[in-house]
């Protein structure tokens, strides 16, 4: 079955960076788009950034531009999100995300908290 498993989150202050894992198994790694997620306290899941099954194509939501960076290990069937000037904002619960089979698909999630 598909499995995603996230790590790497954490307590960071103010302009810190953090980054994220995000191990998958279950399904053919190489061939799929990825994305990342996030959810803050009472607001609702927002895409941060995605990539093609390749890595070539990524994406961004407008808040992350400039300081997220996603990426991907086809060989270890792992995806990344190396997150720089790491902002009080940014504080959520951060989710990978997969949709295969007209299904989507995510993982447990990791905290992320950036505060002084």
């Known amino acids: 079955q598909v499995q995603l498993v996230e790590s790497g989150g954490g307590l960071v202050q103010p302009g810190g960076s953090l980054r994220l894992s995000c191990a998958a198994s279950?399904?053919?790694?190489?061939?799929?788009?990825m994305r990342w997620y996030r959810q803050a306290p009472g607001k609702e899941r927002e895409q941060v950034a995605g990539?093609?099954?390749?890595?070539?194509?990524?994406n961004y939501a407008d808040s992350v531009k400039g300081r997220f960076t996603i990426s991907r290990d086809n060989a270890k069937n792992t995806v990344y999100l190396q997150m720089n000037s790491l902002k009080p904002e940014d504080t959520a619960v951060y989710y990978c995300?997969?949709?295969?089979?007209?299904?989507?698909?995510w993982g447990q999630g990791t905290q992320v908290t950036v505060s002084s």
């Open positions: 995300n997969v949709v295969r089979w007209n299904t989507v698909y």
């Open positions: 279950g399904f053919i790694f190489s061939s799929s788009a």
């Open positions: 990539i093609s099954s390749a890595g070539g194509v990524t």
